[in-house]
Structures are given as structure tokens and as C-alpha cells.
């Protein structure tokens, strides 16, 4: 199998140092807009090659691994590829993507989402493992092709992935939730302290509940305005709940209502009940 990716950045980065180990892959060939992140691809080992955009189309699989807009205009580029090509994108939004999907080559394409990634990014940030027991969201695999589902969860499979399955906009509201709002929050608290008249005396307290909560403003500014654009209505809904929680906390403390600071603090410990 000769495996394209587009993108080479962490989620792009990592997927070829993933993909390197398997048996079933022939070559891996990247491609990448910004000039650097060619030349970092290539001296870092993460890909055999640099190629064009249009010699990518001759791949058996093309991985989008770009921000939530490339991967809207790629597709509109790549509606001449074989029948037998597999298109995966790799966006933390679907809806609007699958949306966007040319007709032509809609078999072609598969919706996925992997649930992992860091606060870096560029060629440098990529790393083995990445993948490896993390969950893959796929979804409205009803619309893509035969041939495609089953390569896609081959490949999903061999990175030791956990595959759930769902259509788009459930996903969205989804991920809104779990990925979209919390980056939201994080480069909010990030800028209420860095607002501050003496920033540099209340960072020098910063240990690790702080740093462990403003991680994510570290992540790339061009790809989470995409996306937040691109998952408005579910983000704002999202914002608007965590508001509500935040209210209310606040005029219980107001109000030296200790009791029900206490419940709210240990409902919400639960969570970890759940997630470990």
C-alpha cells in the first residue's frame, strides 16, 4: 500500500512514524504547503519523499492531515483520483467536511477524527505512539465505499486504535464538548492572567494545576480558529453550559454557601470514576 499524507505536522508527522513500522505499506510520501516543514519531513525520516499535490493523486491512500479548511479545499482538488483511492481527513470537525465532499469521489472519501494530539505542532512535534489506544471517530461511513471502509479500518486497526462510529453532527456536538470548549477556556484563562498589571509575580506562583489547564493555549492559533468557526453553534453551546456551571459556583462562594460548593466540587470528581 503507498500511503500520501498531506500535512506533515504533528498529526501528519506522527501518523508516517506510525505507519513506518507496518508490513503493509510500501512508501510514504508527504506533502506540505509551508516550504520549512518539507525540508524538516524530510532530514526528521518522517516521510521517503516530497512530492506535488497532483503526483499525490497516483496514491492508494491520501490522508488530509491539515487544518479543518485546507482539508475543505484539497477535496475540491481532488476530484480525478482513481475509483480505488482512499481519502482520509483527519479534522476535529466533520459535518461541514463531509458536507463538503465533491460528489464524485465521495466513496472515496472517510470521515475520521483521531482523539489524541498535543499542545505542539510542525514536523518537530511529531512522535511514535501517537495513535496507539487512542480513539478514532468514523463517521456516516454508510456514504463512503466499500473498498474504502474496509482499508480505512485496516489502517486504523494497525495503529492500535479504539473505532467508534457515529454520523457528523453528532460527533460535533460531541467534540464541542470534549476537545472544542476546553481549548476555549484554556487560551481564556491564559489571556485573564496575562491581562494582569503584574503577570510576571502571579506566573512565577504557576505549578502544576495551572500549567496543566492553560496547556492547550500553547496549540496553533490558525488551526483552532478553523475549527472553532467551523463548529460555531455546538462551541457556543458548550461555552454557554460551562457559563452557567461557572455562575453558579461563583454566587454560591458569593453567598458563603459552603455546603453546595462542597456537592458541586464532589459531583464533579465522579468524572473520574467515568474517564479512568
Given at each position: 500500500m503507498n500511503i500520501a499524507i498531506i500535512g506533515l505536522g504533528l498529526m501528519g508527522g506522527s501518523l508516517a512514524l506510525s505507519l513506518q513500522k507496518e508490513d503493509y505499506v510500501s512508501s510514504i510520501v508527504g506533502y506540505d504547503h509551508n516550504e520549512q516543514h518539507k525540508k524538516d519531513a524530510i532530514s526528521l525520516g518522517l516521510v521517503d519523499k516530497i512530492i506535488t499535490f497532483d503526483a499525490l493523486k497516483e496514491y492508494d491512500?491520501?490522508?488530509?492531515?491539515?487544518?479543518?479548511n485546507g482539508i475543505i479545499s484539497s477535496l475540491q482538488k481532488l476530484t480525478d483520483v482513481n475509483e480505488n483511492v482512499t481519502i482520509i481527513d483527519l479534522g476535529s470537525t466533520k459535518a461541514k467536511i463531509v458536507a463538503s465532499v465533491p460528489k464524485q469521489i465521495r466513496k472515496n472519501f472517510v470521515a475520521?477524527?483521531?482523539?489524541?494530539?498535543?499542545?505542539?505542532?510542525?514536523?518537530?512535534?511529531?512522535?511514535?505512539?501517537?495513535?496507539?489506544?487512542?480513539?478514532?471517530?468514523?463517521?456516516d461511513l454508510q456514504e463512503s465505499g466499500e473498498l474504502q471502509c474496509k482499508?480505512?479500518?485496516?489502517?486504523?486497526?494497525?495503529?492500535?486504535?479504539?473505532?467508534?462510529?457515529?454520523n457528523s453532527h453528532e460527533h460535533d456536538r460531541h467534540a464541542a464538548f470534549i476537545s472544542h470548549m476546553p481549548h476555549a477556556i484554556s487560551y481564556s484563562l491564559a489571556n485573564t492572567v496575562m491581562k494582569q498589571e503584574k503577570r510576571d509575580n502571579i506566573l512565577a506562583l504557576a505549578a502544576g494545576g495551572f500549567r496543566s489547564m492553560s496547556r492547550l493555549a500553547k496549540s496553533s492559533p490558525n488551526m483552532w480558529e478553523d475549527i472553532f468557526k467551523q463548529n460555531k453553534e455546538n462551541l457556543l453551546e458548550a461555552i454557554t453550559l460551562f457559563e452557567k456551571e461557572l455562575t453558579s459556583l461563583k454566587e454560591s462562594i458569593q453567598n458563603d454557601d459552603w455546603e453546595k460548593v462542597y456537592n458541586d466540587m464532589a459531583h464533579a470528581n465522579k468524572l473520574h470514576d467515568v474517564l479512568d
Open positions: 491512500v491520501i490522508f488530509l492531515a491539515i487544518p479543518v475520521a477524527h483521531p482523539m489524541t494530539g498535543t499542545e505542539n505542532f510542525g514536523p518537530h512535534a511529531a512522535i511514535e505512539n501517537l495513535y496507539t489506544e487512542k480513539v478514532v471517530v468514523l463517521c482499508i480505512s479500518k485496516k489502517i486504523f486497526k494497525s495503529l492500535k486504535m479504539k473505532k467508534y462510529f457515529m
